[in-house]
């Protein structure tokens, strides 16, 4: 669908920002654990409670990508959208079990179909040769609102009383997107949507697509990476706690900082590099840092290598969401983007699963980043095979 050399056009920015308003709407729930207990909800329910919504990722991504063309997508993520804003009204009246499990999983639902929409329209309007730049472009769209909500939620949580009000007040940032989308309609008519941009691809082709060794290995690697990741954000605070940091969000502040700057400062070159031989590096350079975490003995050195850590893993992401973009067929680019958001949910529940095995094993948490550097050679592995296949075909 794009027609024009231009990345910021009109509707890129306006599928960001709305991008940008679902994540503050996940970005907010930091705190839900404390929530529920201060609700009296038993330590043994709040688990799946908080669960519940991401599980709806894992459930139904794959069932919706494959739903969603560029024809429909657009009233998909308007109905999302006001699904979304309902649900956080909802956190408002739920005070006991079985509701807060009704609105988490019907939050999630929204959630799933609101990014997967955002998604299967984006990738027609990213021009040829900017796919690394607007995939950075794009994840910064969740990276800020996680760097920002939480500094919001606590400032509100002096005036509101409690997070449900908070939730609640949320749901205006819905408002703002759903008027960015007016004009997409008529916009996406006038640039003319191609025979593949509309058909539905179907089921054999979607299976047959997920069978080739390209789009296997670069799935495969985008889950050790969230595997990973997720393992360092779930207990990084508990290994900073465990080395004397008197600030353990420090840590945090650092790798987020880190990631936006990278993604500001080297956007515009990342279209420019060889995107495989590129991400093996930053992985291997990525393993590097994760091996030296695992052997420090003071907060500092942790926190002098979680700007590594960060800026690392601000390259590593953009590339294999562009490679995925550059090896796959243009009817499928947005299944398979949407399927690299479902390695990262599957990475979000497997991660800290893995990460706590670990700990309650013993192993402590050397161990634990020492796995995290495992998983980082193990996706650089996966990629080496598609090294000669960057060299014979264009940037995408």
Known sequence: MAKTDSLYGYEFTALCLASTFAFCNIAIFYSLSGYLERLGID????????????????????????????????????????????????????????????????????????????????????????????????????LAPFALMPLATEFLLRFVGDESAVYAL??????????????????????????????????????DNLRRPRALAILAANLCVFLCSTMVFFYAKGYALALGAADPGLFFSIVFGAMIAVRLLGNAVFDKLPKVPALIFFLVSWCACLALMARVASPGALFALAAGYGLC??????????????????????????????????????????????????????????????????????????LRAQQTESTG
């Not at 909802?90 to 079985?98: E, I, K, L, N, Q």
């Not at 973009?325 to 893995?354: H, K």
């Open 43 to 142: 330590p043994s329910w709040r688990g799946l409670i908080i669960a519940a919504e991401p599980a709806m990722a894992v459930i139904l991504r794959p069932v919706v990508s494959p739903l969603l063309t560029q024809a429909n997508a657009l009233a998909v993520l308007r109905i999302a959208l006001a699904a979304n804003g309902a649900a956080l009204v909802c956190y408002r009246f739920a005070g006991t079990v079985p509701w807060l499990l009704a609105v988490r999983v019907f939050h999630g639902a929204s959630i799933v179909c609101l990014i997967s929409a955002v998604t299967a329209l984006l990738v027609g309007f990213i021009p040829k040769g900017r796919s690394a730049q607007a995939f950075g472009v794009f994840s910064l769209t969740s």
């Open 170 to 207: 949320a749901s205006l940032l819905i408002v703002p997107a759903l008027i960015l989308l007016v004009p997409l309609g008529k916009r996406i008519g006038k640039a003319g949507l191609t025979a593949h941009e509309t058909r539905r691809p179907s089921r054999s082709i979607v299976l």
């Open 313 to 386: 893993l601000g390259v590593i992401q953009p590339l294999l969401n562009a490679a995925m973009f550059q090896y796959s067929p243009p009817e499928l680019r947005g299944v398979n983007i949407n399927m690299m958001l479902f390695m990262m949910d599957a990475g979000y529940f497997l991660g800290p699963l893995v990460g706590g095995t670990i700990l309650a094993q013993g192993l402590g948490f050397p161990a634990l980043f020492l796995t995290g550097a495992g998983w980082a050679v193990l996706a650089a592995l996966l990629l080496s095979p598609l």
